[in-house]
């Protein structure tokens, strides 16, 4: 079974800087996909980034960026420039072979809350 | 173009009351997912369905169960409800193929 973690319960930044967010997992699969989700007060969940695990470029969205380091199962979110809207719980997910018998189900992390400060 | 809309929005139930979450979705897709997030432990899945007339179990199924009669709609039911299942809920779908879960606006339940 795939698990994945997020250590960092809660995380702060001020406006305007950059922070990171950890996530480690564990699979024995070689084929997956990683994701970050965020989700605001509204409780919306909203998709920030993926990561294909065959692509060795790490992906990036505007101010979203990750850190995917393969070898030792890390998937970082890196959030620069913050902004006030910026502020919500953010979850990392996997998934494991989509398109075999995943079906396309998400292991979610335990969720890093981040507040942006003006 | 609503996407998934989950009803209700909020609802709170005495302890041994059943009650039914409907989950819609407009995208013809495929898979549907039933989660539950609850502090400190993310999202875990409850059920979910592959296609129509189909249902399988989660991580956590105990005390649910779920119906898909049409491809747009996925129903949860807690027949007996238990203060462990005060929490909030999420309906997901997506489509086969390495594309995103999208998520409903999720239900927060209450049982005293």
């Known amino acids: 079974a795939q698990t994945v973690t997020q250590s960092q319960p809660e995380m702060s930044v001020q406006e305007a800087e950059t922070v990171t967010l950890s996530c480690t997992y564990d699979?024995?699969?070689?084929?997956?996909?990683l994701f970050w989700y965020k989700q605001p007060p509204s409780r919306q969940m909203i998709l920030v980034i993926r990561?294909?695990?065959?692509?060795?470029q790490n992906a990036t969205e505007n101010r979203f960026s990750v850190n995917f380091q393969k070898a030792a199962k890390s998937f970082s979110l890196k959030i620069s420039d913050s902004q006030l809207g910026d502020t919500a719980m953010y979850f990392c997910?996997?998934?494991?072979?989509?398109?075999?018998?995943?079906?396309?189900?998400?292991?979610f992390g335990q969720g890093t809350i981040l507040t942006v400060h003006p | 173009n609503a996407g998934v809309t989950q009803t209700p929005k909020f609802r709170v139930l005495k302890t041994g009351q059943s009650m039914t979450l409907l989950c819609a979705q407009d995208?013809?897709?495929?898979?549907m997912y039933w989660y539950r997030q609850d502090p400190g432990m993310g999202l875990r899945l409850i059920h979910y369905?592959?296609?129509?007339?189909?249902?399988a179990k989660g991580e956590v199924p105990d005390g649910y169960n779920v119906s898909r009669l049409k491809k747009q709609n996925f129903l949860l039911g807690l027949e007996s409800a238990a203060p462990s299942q005060t929490s909030v809920y999420f309906c997901?779908?997506?489509?086969?193929?390495?594309?995103?879960?999208?998520f409903g606006q999720g239900t927060r339940l209450t049982v005293v």
């Open positions: 990561q294909e695990a065959y692509k060795q």
């Open positions: 995208m013809n897709h495929e898979y």
């Open positions: 699979t024995s699969e070689s084929n997956y996909y």
């Open positions: 997910a996997f998934i494991s072979n989509f398109g075999g018998t995943s079906y396309g189900k998400l292991t």
């Open positions: 997901a779908s997506s489509g086969q193929g390495p594309t995103e879960a999208f």
């Open positions: 369905s592959v296609g129509e007339g189909t249902t």
